[in-house]
């Protein structure tokens, strides 16, 4: 990724919750059209970081710059605006459960485009094709399985063509064939879009198969931002702990 | 305890020390959920005037939170009017003043019992449902989706459910005080034999327009007033089912006493 312009750039990110001092200085650099996993262990302040990263939270001082503006003194119009960059897959896939595969997808074309009906139905298609999924559109979200739902989150985050596309605990309690599927899901989404990913995750094999860098979240910071190879040479102590136990699993 | 209560620097509590801490996290509790319903409805006001106007939403609001509520509404009128027309024909019996009995129960139903019996049933068929999903909602990120599609969920969900609550109420009172006479006048003239010209000249007679304001201006304040906690607290709920379930069960109690506070304070402020 050298030479690769910053796609989003956290600066000396603070935020606390009354006592709970969550983040104590984060500093992220993510350059464009990479995989940056934010791995950490639970209650680290992942989700706190992400939800700074799309705006969803202001943080007490820093900076989050995304695609070149600083988005942390935004009214909410200027943020609604910066948000269309982004795509975003929850945990739990977050489909509105009271509509349909394809009024889920295409929520997003009717809220922000006048396309005709007609236009929308080709470009959900499309969207569905690239996550593996076909003719299901008038399923509901109980319809589906749990990686299912997940490809329709992904299927509805890209359908606006966001430059950055966010992952949050894209594997947590899923089984692990449903894993390595929604890791690939990860992998070609990237492939075909050329997106900045930022994945969310405690899960460290899949962290290392679809993570260009990790960036290592401890005591509310960036203790380590490498590639997965360089990772297991880290000499940081949290890390190391971190690493040892899931290798003494033998999970990877 | 009262051993150690009288040592020097053991700080014990007293239950008054107690008490007086809890009425303090109570009041600054409610003091708190006043502010956070009164900051919603202002964000309530403000994206409903921005474009775009979500007709479709509204709609089906108007239909869950109106239509779906005429029948339930039309029986409890037509039994309020009945049991009311009932007792006091009893009462105004015993000195020969039946003829009373229509604006009675007219002046009763329009002022206080249709507004205040609507919005109850409102409350627990549709404010209850509109917790419930909006909880639902937020306890699986689907209110936090439609931030990040950059849809102000406000403006999406709030905006037509309040909406509706405001438009509905009053005129399912309306239909309220229509069944309530209907269910009066069959009592009291078929039962209890007033004469039909007695008990609708008697009602003309009595009942002003202003009474069908005042319950109608009511009922508005209690449509906006239980819509806007039952949002409230089911856009700010948390913690899985469980959490959904509480904010249900505080959205009614609150609502319910809301109803109750706000038909004195509106009452007196009107007169």
Redesign the interface.
């Known amino acids: 990724m050298a030479g690769a312009q910053p796609m989003i750039q956290v600066i000396d990110l603070h935020k606390s919750f009354g006592s709970n001092h969550v983040l104590r200085g984060v500093n992220l650099s993510i350059d464009e059209g990479s995989t940056c996993v934010i791995l950490g262990t639970s209650g680290s302040g992942k989700t706190v970081l992400m939800k700074h990263i ?1 705006g ?1 939270l202001k943080p007490d001082s820093g900076r989050v710059i995304v695609d070149g503006e600083d988005i942390v003194p935004m009214t ?1 119009e200027q943020l ?2 910066v ?2 960059k ?3 897959v ?3 896939s ?4 009271s509509m349909t595969v394809f009024e889920n997808v295409s ?2 074309l009717r ?2 485009t006048r396309m005709s009906d007609d236009e929308m139905r080709e470009v959900v298609r499309r969207k569905l094709e690239i996550v593996g999924l076909v003719g299901i559109e008038d399923k509901y979200p109980s319809d589906l399985s749990g990686g299912m739902r997940k490809r329709v989150g992904l299927a509805r985050a890209i359908v606006l063509d966001p430059k950055i596309v ?1 992952y949050d605990e894209p594997t947590t309690g899923l089984d692990p064939i449903t894993t390595d599927y929604v890791d690939q899901m990860i992998i070609d989404a990237k492939k075909a879009l050329g997106v900045t990913s930022v994945v969310i995750s405690h899960d460290v094999a899949s962290a290392f198969k679809v993570g260009d860098t990790i960036a290592f979240l401890h005591g509310g910071r960036i203790v380590e931002q490498v590639p997965p190879k360089l990772l297991r040479q880290s000499q940081n102590p949290a890390v190391k702990v971190f690493l040892s136990t899931w290798f003494e699993k033998g999970e990877y | 305890m009262a051993e150690e209560a009288e040592k020097p620097g053991a700080h014990q509590p007293t239950a008054l020390y107690i008490a007086v801490e809890q009425i303090g996290k109570r009041v600054t509790g409610v003091v708190e959920e006043l502010g956070g319903i009164a900051s919603l409805g202002w964000s309530v006001a403000r994206w409903a005037v921005r474009p775009p106007l979500r007709v479709e939403n509204l709609f089906a609001q108007l239909d869950f939170v109106g239509v779906g509520s005429t029948f339930i509404v039309m029986l409890t009128g037509v039994f309020s009017g009945m049991v009311f027309a009932h007792q006091s024909s009893r009462a105004f019996m015993l000195f020969n003043a039946e003829s009373l009995v229509g604006p009675t129960v007219a002046l009763t139903l329009t002022r206080e019992l249709a507004p205040v019996f609507t919005a109850l049933m409102v409350t627990m068929r549709a404010v209850s449902a509109m917790c419930t999903e909006l909880g639902t ?1 937020r306890v ?3 209110i ?2 439609l ?6 969920p406000i403006q999406y969900l709030l905006v037509p459910r309040v909406l509706a609550g405001l438009v509905m109420v009053p005129l399912l009172t309306m239909l309220f005080n229509t069944a309530g006479m209907a269910g009066a006048y069959v009592i009291a003239v078929n039962l209890k034999g007033i004469s039909p010209g007695t008990f609708i000249y008697r009602t003309q007679q009595w009942l002003d327009p202003e009474d069908i304001n005042e319950g109608l201006i009511k009922a508005a304040v209690f449509g906006l007033a239980v819509t806007l906690i039952g949002c409230y607290k089911g856009y700010n709920a948390s913690g899985g089912a469980k959490g959904v379930g509480q904010a249900t069960t505080q959205a009614m109690v609150s609502s319910a006493l809301a109803i109750v506070v706000l038909d004195y304070v509106v009452g007196v402020a009107l007169h």
């Not at chain 1, 977050?94 to 459960?97: E, I, M, Q, R, V």
């Open positions: 799309i969803l909410p609604a605006v948000r269309r982004f795509g975003m929850f945990q739990g977050a489909l509105f459960d929520f997003a809220e922000h966010l | 909602m699986t990120e689907q936090d989706a931030e990040t599609m950059a849809v102000s």
